[in-house]
């Protein structure tokens, strides 16, 4: 049973953005520190990826960990209301994250998808990011 009414629930899950998410904005400041430059959810790619990076033909896609569901989460739990819509909801999600992935690597790109809990260590988010981008940085336009 729910604590709060359906308006209430109602509102308060159309109130979840779907972009310019805290867990975004710390991976695009990340990104930037490291003096990489990239382009914002283009509409022309699978999935309208989170960051792009055209001339590297990298992508980083933020997941957030309830909604796509990250294996052995603590935030990806299963919701006591209605767990039957949810479930069905969450597989939904998941299903579209791997033919989005597959979609992405068959054109040439590379994703990284950093879930949202791997956000709140800014020094392990730079070195993944890092990583993915290789060293150094550059001016990606």
Partial sequence: MDIVDK????????GIR????RPELA???AAHALGYRFRLHRRDLPGTP???FPRLRKIILVHGCYWHR???CKFAYKPKSNPDFWMTKFEKNQARDQKTLFELVE???APLVVWECETKDSKILSARIA???GHGGDDEL
């Fill in 7 to 14: 308006a209430r629930r109602s509102a308060m899950m159309a």
């Fill in 18 to 21: 779907g972009k310019d998410t």
């Fill in 27 to 29: 991976v695009r400041k």
């Fill in 50 to 52: 989170d960051l792009v």
């Fill in 70 to 72: 990250h294996p052995g």
């Fill in 107 to 109: 054109r040439g790109w």
């Fill in 131 to 133: 990583s993915h981008l």
